[in-house]
């Protein structure tokens, strides 16, 4: 009698231990989907926190570029691994990033890799050195206020702090502050302006000497003003 009453629910208890079995498996695989996906969700927001932080940093660093203005080299990124720093180098010129540890030095700083890429900061001045032997010396750039003028394809630039006069070389943004100077109808009229370089050696515009010239990495700002205050 037992033994037929349990030949009859045998199949119902089978039943039930296959709803359970199919239940768990169903909501283990949904748990590992979620942790999954959460992970992920993780992952993706940590790359875009360090890309925004690698953002901000570059946007607040100064860039360091070559003495002919061709290169431009700047700091993106610096973090403290293992007791090391650690900066990451990107050369905008050729979009290419180094990753540079601190290295022992006598004086300024200095960072380097295994595969040979060297950075060496000394004040405003910098020098990089990669693997294959090429060296570039680089300066920081600065902040230049002075009285700017153009006029037939020739400009002035009368610096405020000591009233010297230098040109803006042709690179750079130069076409920019061309058009901000024509947009207040100057016409060989000093106006003020700021603008964010270091000072190269050009070419003159008579073609026979090397003069002093600032390079115009940023354009800052032009006011219709004549004067420094």
Do not use: H
Request: aromatic residues 10%; positive net charge.
């Amino acid at each position: 009698m037992a033994s037929e009453r349990t030949r009859t629910i045998l199949p119902y208890i089978s039943i039930g231990v296959g709803i359970l079995v199919y239940v768990l498996y169903y909501f283990s695989t949904q748990s590992w989907k979620q942790a999954q996906s959460d992970y992920e969700k993780q992952q993706v927001e940590e790359r875009q926190a360090k890309k925004r932080a690698e953002k901000k940093y570059m946007s607040e660093t100064k860039p360091w570029i070559s003495s002919d203005g061709k290169e431009v080299y700047k700091i993106i990124n610096r973090e403290k691994r293992d007791g090391l720093t650690w900066i990451k180098l990107k050369e905008l010129n050729e979009d290419r990033t180094y990753n540079l540890r601190d290295a022992p030095s006598a004086s300024g700083e200095k960072y380097s890799s295994k595969a040979g890429n060297l950075f060496w900061i000394k004040g405003n001045e910098a020098v990089f050195e990669n693997a294959i032997g090429k060296k570039s010396n680089l300066k920081e750039t600065k902040i230049y206020k002075g009285l700017y003028s153009y006029m037939a394809d020739a400009n002035s630039f009368k610096l405020c702090d000591n009233d010297r006069k230098v040109p803006i070389a042709m690179l750079g943004e130069n076409n920019k502050i061309e058009q901000a100077y024509s947009k207040i109808n100057r016409s060989g009229e000093d106006a003020y302006l700021e603008v964010e370089g270091i000072m190269i050696k050009a070419m003159s515009m008579e073609g026979t000497q090397m003069i002093d010239a600032i390079f115009p990495y940023k354009y800052k700002k032009i006011e219709d003003r004549q004067s420094c205050k």
